[in-house]
Each structure stands twice: as structure tokens, then as C-alpha cells.
T-cell receptor, first 110, second 116 residues
């Protein structure tokens, strides 16, 4: 079983739609969680950290469910510029490594 | 105020040749990480270095791959006798190195290696 699993997609949604991605992690020692965005053939860029209480940044909301070991990302009012691959990332405090999921591809169409 | 710089951005090698990938971290950052991304896959940790020290190389193949981060100059990821399976995007990231688990890693643009 992969340490971090994501639905690869693609998710094809129209502009203005709300879309949600989930990610599950297998290691209960994982303590820090992030969503990164990666555009085609570019480097990953930090989108937001994920806190137990949930956090919101504009149109983006991230949630963490420790009991079920999953993380979610909700994007409201999708824009064409949101088209990218969204990477779920966890840090294992025991190894201090970033563990990346394979990403979920989002395509927003006009 | 440059971010992480990597060069070359694209590298083509024939099987059996050597590939050298360079990474200059953000100014003031003392920690460097190398990741590999195979086509249609996520990034995989390879090695974590501080100046003149390899901290964790558990993700690096035991043979043909080596990494260094000298006191002066960029970090180098070296792949000897490349094979087709080495074709991938290699990303470098750097962080301040304060020892904080949630410390942000800043990624470079990557080097795309193609082995013919």
C-alpha cells in the first residue's frame, strides 16, 4: 500500500464549479500535512498547510481527519488558472521526510 | 532575491554516460533535498544534505548515484553510467535548516534528464 494515495483523476469541471479532492495516508506517525500545486512540467509549489481544525485560504479549504487518516482539499468557484495537478504531502516526524502522493489532475474548462 | 536554481534545465545523455545535476539553494539556506519524479508518478525523496554532510540518503539507489553539498558552490547530484530508467525530472529543494519539522521546502525548476 502506498504511503500517500490520491485519485489521479483527471477531474474535468466547468468554470465556477466546486471540486473536492481526497487523500489518504497510511502512516499514523504522520504529523504535518500540505497541499502542493504542480503545473505541467514545473516544480511543485506550496498551496497550503493543513491543520486539524481545518483552514481556509480564499477559495481553498483544507481539512484533516486524523481518525480516518485522510486529508481533503475543496476548491470553490473554479477558475481556468486552477488547472494543475494537486499533490498531497505528509511529513513523517520519525524520518522528517516529505512523502508525496502521485497527485490529482484538475482541468477546468470554460 | 533568487530562489532555488537548477542547471541544466534539460540534459540529454546516452546510455553509459555520466549526468551531473547542479542545485544552488536559496541564499541563506543550508539544507538541500533531491527528489526524482518519474513520468506520471509523484516525487520521491532521494537524499537530504547539509553543507559537507549527507544527512539521509535512504532514497538514493545504492549504485551509480551520489550527491554532495560542498562548503562552497552548488549541490551536485551525480549519476554514473546512466540507463534509460534514469530518465526523469530531478527536483532540488532547500530550506533554512532550523530543525523545524514544518519548515517549508522551496523547490527549484527541476532538471529533466533524458537518456537515449
Amino acid at each position: 500500500r502506498k504511503e500517500v494515495e490520491q485519485d489521479p483523476g483527471p477531474f474535468n469541471v466547468p468554470e465556477g464549479a466546486t471540486v473536492a479532492f481526497n487523500c489518504t495516508y497510511s502512516n499514523s506517525a504522520s504529523q504535518s500535512f500540505f497541499w502542493y500545486r504542480q503545473d505541467c512540467r514545473k516544480e511543485p509549489k506550496l498551496l497550503m498547510s493543513v491543520y486539524s481544525s481545518g483552514n481556509e485560504d480564499g477559495r481553498f479549504t483544507a481539512q484533516l481527519n486524523r481518525a480516518s487518516q485522510y486529508i481533503s482539499l475543496l476548491i470553490r468557484d473554479s477558475k481556468l488558472s486552477d488547472s494543475a495537478t494537486y499533490l498531497c504531502v505528509v511529513i513523517d516526524y520519525n524520518t522528517d521526510k516529505l512523502i508525496f502522493g502521485t497527485g490529482t489532475r484538475l482541468q477546468v474548462f470554460p | 532575491n533568487a530562489g532555488v536554481m537548477q542547471n541544466p534545465r534539460h540534459l540529454v545523455r546516452r546510455r553509459g554516460q555520466e549526468a551531473r545535476l547542479r542545485c544552488s539553494p536559496v541564499k541563506g539556506h543550508s539544507h538541500v533535498y533531491w527528489y526524482r519524479q518519474l513520468p506520471e508518478e509523484g516525487l520521491k525523496f532521494m537524499v537530504y544534505l547539509q553543507k559537507e554532510n549527507i544527512i539521509d540518503e535512504s532514497g538514493m539507489p545504492k549504485e551509480r548515484f551520489s550527491a554532495e553539498f560542498p562548503k562552497e558552490g552548488p549541490s551536485i547530484l551525480r549519476i554514473q553510467q546512466v540507463v534509460r530508467g534514469d530518465s526523469a525530472a530531478y527536483f532540488c529543494a532547500s530550506s533554512l535548516g532550523l530543525g523545524l519539522h514544518q519548515e517549508t521546502q522551496y523547490f527549484g525548476p527541476g532538471t529533466r534528464l533524458l537518456v537515449l
